[in-house]
């Protein structure tokens, strides 16, 4: 029987499991937000995020999930008469052009199919056709398990359109696939904290650049939530401009300096193994809906090669070890399945998952 007070582990790709160790850091009695000991948790958070994300720049904290800052990237990025484009690729992708419209941007569609890459040879033969003031990606598109190849991406970018922001979405790859933000040239990559950080949703990170921070001035009607400079304004202070969620900053903390000590090549080196035994696996079984070289390290999106129910494999995973993996996204629902390798999950969790998914289909 379904209960949410026994809740299966979770192996779809966000929210994913956490660890007992988070969880008592959102138990901890809470502090001030105006008060020295809130900025001195939020400058030791942000000060460890800076060093994770390679950057000397901005780093913000927001008490939304990471939609907010697709919101937020383009209310202060792109002005009313500019242009963005959007590159697509995906359920999150398309969605982030939908946020772009809706905040009554001109926004121009660059789309490959589900599972393909979006190029660097595509996106600069897009932007030699027109003026624009910007671009979206998505580094680790979580609705297929593509990867795009972001930094032959921000190459191309810096060399041949250096005056047009770069706004990524990394919500599935911040902390599991390399980033280093300055050296990408990006002036936005944003993540909530229930994927690769594997924190409860509530929390959004973005690493913003002191030339997005300039544009922003300039741009009208940004709001007040998600405007970069109140954000910029309440870090100086060690702050944020609104009351945030503190008992997710104490767990961001916490997991940070597990990172910092572990160091972010080993960290990502041990996505990438866990990417390596579940894709080795997948091949085996079934097949992978991305070509390799563009597979995640973060998820798997295993291709249903056997036309096996995923419906009620996901079922009788869940009724006999309290325990689900993800369905295929949208279109690719049964055609394809989703096991997340990330965060907290590890080698032991995998082997479990995949042996019992092995169990259910012989
Ligand atoms: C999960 C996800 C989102 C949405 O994040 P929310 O925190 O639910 O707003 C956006 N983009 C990608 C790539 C994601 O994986």
Redesign the pocket.
């Known amino acids: 029987m379904v209960d949410w007070k026994n809740p299966p582990r979770l192996f779809i790709?966000?929210p994913v499991k956490v660890d007992d160790g988070v969880l008592q850091q959102l138990a901890r009695p809470t502090l001030g937000h105006r008060g020295k000991e809130y900025a001195l948790l939020h400058g030791d958070t942000v000060d460890m995020l800076k060093k994770i994300l390679f950057t000397d720049q901005n780093v913000f904290l927001s008490t939304s999930?990471?939609?907010g800052i697709w919101e937020a990237a383009i209310r202060n990025c792109v002005d009313f008469d500019e242009t963005v484009l959007c590159t697509m690729c995906g359920a999150?992708s398309d969605k982030w052009a939908d946020v772009a419209r809706s905040c009554g941007r001109n926004v121009e569609e660059l789309k490959a199919e589900w599972g393909q890459p979006i190029t660097a040879e595509m996106i600069d033969k897009k932007l030699a056709s027109g003026k624009y003031a910007a671009i979206t990606i998505?580094y680790?598109?979580?609705s297929t398990g593509l990867m795009n190849p972001v930094y032959q991406i921000s190459e191309m970018m810096k060399e041949k359109y250096p005056d047009v922001l770069v706004l990524a979405?990394v919500?599935?790859a911040m902390v599991g696939l390399p980033l280093h933000f300055d050296q990408l040239g990006w002036d936005v990559a944003l993540a909530?904290v229930?994927?690769a950080f594997a924190i409860p949703?509530g929390l959004?990170v973005a690493a913003v650049s002191s030339r997005a921070i300039e544009k922003s001035k300039k741009v009208p009607y940004r709001g007040y939530y998600f405007d970069f400079q109140e954000f910029a304004k309440a870090a100086a202070k060690s702050q944020t401009p609104t009351t945030p969620s503190i008992p997710h900053i104490m767990a961001l903390n916490y997991q940070c300096a597990k990172l910092v000590t572990e160091g972010m090549e080993n960290v990502w080196n041990r996505h990438k193994q866990m990417g390596d035994f579940v894709r080795g696996w997948a091949k085996e079984k079934f097949g992978l809906f991305c070509e390799e070289q563009y597979a995640s390290n973060t998820l798997t999106t295993v291709k249903n090669t056997r036309e096996i129910n995923v419906g009620d494999v996901i079922k009788a995973i869940q009724t006999k070890h309290n325990t689900v993996f993800g369905n295929g996204y949208g279109k690719l629902k049964d055609k394809t399945f989703r096991i997340a390798h990330m965060g907290d999950i590890n080698m032991a969790d995998l082997k479990e998952l995949t042996g019992w998914i092995d169990e259910e289909v012989r």
């Open positions: 790709p966000g999930s990471a939609s999150f998505v680790s598109e979580t979405d919500v599935s909530s229930q994927k949703p959004a």
